[in-house]
Protein backbone atom coordinates (compact mmCIF):
# COMPACT_ATOMS: atom_id res chain seq x y z
CA UNK A 1 0.00 0.00 0.00
CA UNK A 2 2.68 2.60 1.08
CA UNK A 3 4.98 1.68 -2.30
CA UNK A 4 1.62 1.91 -4.13
CA UNK A 5 1.23 5.64 -2.50
CA UNK A 6 4.83 6.64 -3.37
CA UNK A 7 4.48 5.99 -6.98
CA UNK A 8 1.33 8.17 -7.43
CA UNK A 9 2.30 11.86 -9.03
CA UNK A 10 0.53 14.96 -7.60
CA UNK A 11 -2.26 16.88 -9.27
CA UNK A 12 -0.20 19.93 -11.19
CA UNK A 13 -3.37 21.89 -10.89
CA UNK A 14 -3.97 21.19 -7.31
CA UNK A 15 -0.62 21.43 -6.57
CA UNK A 16 -0.63 24.97 -7.65
CA UNK A 17 -4.33 26.09 -6.06
CA UNK A 18 -5.79 26.23 -9.70
CA UNK A 19 -9.22 25.88 -9.34
CA UNK A 20 -10.52 26.62 -13.50
CA UNK A 21 -8.12 25.56 -16.25
CA UNK A 22 -8.58 28.93 -18.92
CA UNK A 23 -8.26 27.45 -22.18
CA UNK A 24 -6.09 31.11 -23.75
CA UNK A 25 -3.36 29.39 -21.05
CA UNK A 26 -1.78 28.04 -23.91
CA UNK A 27 1.76 27.62 -21.93
CA UNK A 28 -0.12 25.19 -19.10
CA UNK A 29 -2.13 23.40 -21.44
CA UNK A 30 0.29 22.51 -23.88
CA UNK A 31 2.45 20.54 -20.55
CA UNK A 32 -0.43 18.05 -21.17
CA UNK A 33 -0.45 17.36 -24.87
CA UNK A 34 1.86 15.03 -26.56
CA UNK A 35 4.06 15.23 -29.81
CA UNK A 36 1.11 14.27 -31.75
CA UNK A 37 -0.94 16.53 -30.14
CA UNK A 38 -3.33 14.17 -28.05
CA UNK A 39 -4.80 14.96 -24.68
CA UNK A 40 -2.37 12.73 -22.32
CA UNK A 41 -3.94 10.13 -19.48
CA UNK A 42 -4.33 11.18 -16.20
CA UNK A 43 -2.49 8.05 -15.54
CA UNK A 44 0.32 9.68 -17.03
CA UNK A 45 0.42 13.45 -15.93
CA UNK A 46 -0.96 12.50 -12.59
CA UNK A 47 -3.65 15.27 -12.42
CA UNK A 48 -7.26 13.72 -10.80
CA UNK A 49 -10.39 13.43 -12.55
CA UNK A 50 -11.68 16.59 -11.61
CA UNK A 51 -8.53 18.57 -13.19
CA UNK A 52 -8.47 16.02 -16.07
CA UNK A 53 -12.38 16.59 -17.11
CA UNK A 54 -11.22 20.19 -16.93
CA UNK A 55 -8.50 19.96 -18.90
CA UNK A 56 -10.25 18.14 -21.96
CA UNK A 57 -12.77 20.76 -22.49
CA UNK A 58 -9.79 23.16 -22.45
CA UNK A 59 -8.05 21.52 -25.06
CA UNK A 60 -11.07 20.74 -26.89
CA UNK A 61 -11.70 24.95 -26.64
CA UNK A 62 -8.26 25.49 -27.51
CA UNK A 63 -8.44 24.11 -30.35
CA UNK A 64 -12.00 25.01 -32.13
CA UNK A 65 -10.24 28.78 -30.96
CA UNK A 66 -7.16 27.55 -33.72
CA UNK A 67 -5.23 28.39 -30.32
CA UNK A 68 -3.68 24.90 -30.45
CA UNK A 69 -3.65 22.33 -33.73
CA UNK A 70 -5.98 19.29 -33.79
CA UNK A 71 -2.67 17.31 -35.31
CA UNK A 72 1.24 17.41 -35.41
CA UNK A 73 0.89 18.97 -39.44
Known amino acids: ?3 QLQNEKACYFCVNNI ?3 DYKD ?3 ISRF ?3 YKKILP ?3 TGTCS ?3 RQLATAIKRAR ?4 L ?3 NQ
Open 69 to 71: PFT
Open 19 to 21: DNI
Open 42 to 44: KRR
Open 33 to 35: VNM
Open 1 to 3: MKE
Open 64 to 67: IMAL
Open 50 to 52: KHQ
Open 26 to 28: IHT
